[in-house]
């Protein structure tokens, strides 16, 4: 829910004149000084380059690549094609966390799919004719969807090795962190956000202390928990959230198509998580 929300609260930002890059970086400063303020002790693992590695790779594929294909293909192509193409994500990851894992796909997990993509595409699409299709934006979203499916993979591996929590979570920020500054001066001219604004104060706070700090640490305890394939099918949420806070925070219609479109993707949702566990329930019982 909080995350359906961070796409108004980047959308204020850029109105701002800040770049999506710049928003990136600074949300993740904020993020990691609060953590450090949370927790300030450093873990030392001591397993290895190796082990370093893995959190490099959670770091790189979640926050730094994910971030700049999001943000770059928006750019390039509708942001309804990237809105719907990036919640193929919960797809891509429970294929991959099926080979890679071992996790068990039901049927139910692809008649989910199929429905919360039908109604995702309602909202995409919401007052649009027909899909126009950009080549480069479109696989930059795709390239998105695939990047956090890898950093499902990566956390869930992460996590089986029973790293602390807040500690293990903060040194994937700081790997994200970290790419992502190195590339910050490829954009040019670096502007500081304007903190004399409350409104600049305020979207950061929310970005960088509740949809960064605090979200992203429950969303890897979801992960270690629940398993990739079930936390990630929560991604098809987002949309959903963000047409509900568009409408109240940016004066945008909720149509009868966008409401068909999240009734059908709330339902996409129930059959991915529920049902195959109730049916499987039922078949226990009957036998």
């Not at 891509?92 to 993509?117: D, M, Q, R, S």
């Not at 394939?229 to 945008?252: R, S």
Request: include cysteine.
């Amino acid at each position: 829910m909080v995350w359906g929300m961070t796409f108004v609260s980047t959308k204020v930002l850029l109105n701002e004149g800040l770049t999506p890059l710049e928003v990136l970086f600074f949300r993740f400063v904020l993020a990691l000084a609060v953590m450090f303020c949370m927790k300030p002790k450093i873990f030392r693992h001591g397993r290895g380059w190796k082990e370093e590695l893995l959190f490099c790779a959670a770091g790189v594929s979640g926050i730094t690549a994910y971030f700049c294909c999001e943000n770059v293909a928006l750019g390039l192509t509708y942001a309804s094609n990237v809105s719907l193409i990036i919640c193929t994500a919960p797809f891509l990851t429970g294929l991959a966390a099926h080979f890679a894992l071992k996790e068990e796909l039901h049927g139910n997990f692809f008649t989910g799919f199929v429905v919360a993509i039908i109604g995702i595409a309602c909202i995409s699409f919401n007052g649009a004719a027909y899909l126009s299709l950009n080549p480069a934006g479109d696989l930059l979203a795709v390239g998105a969807a695939a990047c956090w499916a890898c950093y499902s993979i990566f956390t869930r591996r992460i996590f089986s090795r029973n790293y602390p929590l807040l500690e293990a979570t903060r040194r994937i920020l700081l790997w994200g962190l970290i790419t992502a500054g190195l590339i910050l001066p490829l954009q040019g001219e670096v502007h500081l956000p304007d903190f004399g604004s409350g409104i600049v104060w305020l979207n950061f706070l929310f970005l960088g202390v509740l949809a960064s700090s605090i979200c992203f640490v429950t969303w890897n305890y979801g992960l270690r928990v629940l398993g990739a394939v079930k936390a990630t099918a929560y991604v098809y949420l987002t949309p959903v959230v963000t047409v509900i806070g568009a409408f109240f925070l940016l004066d945008e219609h909720i149509t009868m198509l966008s409401a068909t479109g999240m009734a059908l993707t709330m339902a996409g949702l129930i059959l991915s998580e529920t049902r195959g566990n109730m049916l499987g329930r039922l078949r226990r019982k009957g036998s």
